[in-house]
């Protein structure tokens, strides 16, 4: 099977694999090479796949879908961090969310001032028609 993990921005994994096993909403699953067709949404966790010479990889992904298609492997998630030991992984995984929480912070504050800036306004101009 070939598997081919993609981001928006990235192509994660692109490699042959043997095996690989996921977590769908439904409950944790393996696929092998003759395994049907399939489409699965995937919620967040690890995704673990050998590759041809029997080496195991693991990349944490964010809610995605899988879609297995003869031998095809497609996985396209918003977010993806691939490594070869699960601890690496992690530190991996954490350091990407607590930059993503900061950035999210920042776009949430950026909003809020956005919204405070429009109602402002809106006040202004219902006081400017309002008589004296």
Do not use: C, W
């Not at 192509?11 to 909403?25: C, F, K």
């Not at 029997?54 to 996985?75: P, Q």
């Amino acid at each position: 099977m070939h598997l081919i993990l993609t981001t928006p921005v990235e192509t994660v994994v692109d490699q042959p694999v043997h095996r690989l096993s996921a977590r769908g909403s439904d409950g944790a699953f393996g696929l092998l090479p003759h395994h049907i067709d399939i489409a699965v949404p995937l919620v967040p966790g690890i995704v673990a796949y050998v590759d041809e010479e029997g080496y195991e990889h693991f990349a944490a992904i964010d809610i995605g879908v899988l879609i297995k298609t003869g031998s095809s492997l497609r996985i396209v998630t918003r977010r993806a961090v691939k490594g070869d030991d699960l601890a690496g992984l992690q530190r991996l995984v954490e350091a990407e969310f607590l930059n993503l929480s900061d950035l999210e912070r920042d776009a949430r504050l950026a909003l809020a001032r956005l919204e405070a800036g429009v109602v402002r306004r809106f006040l202004e101009l219902e006081d400017s028609r309002r008589p004296q």
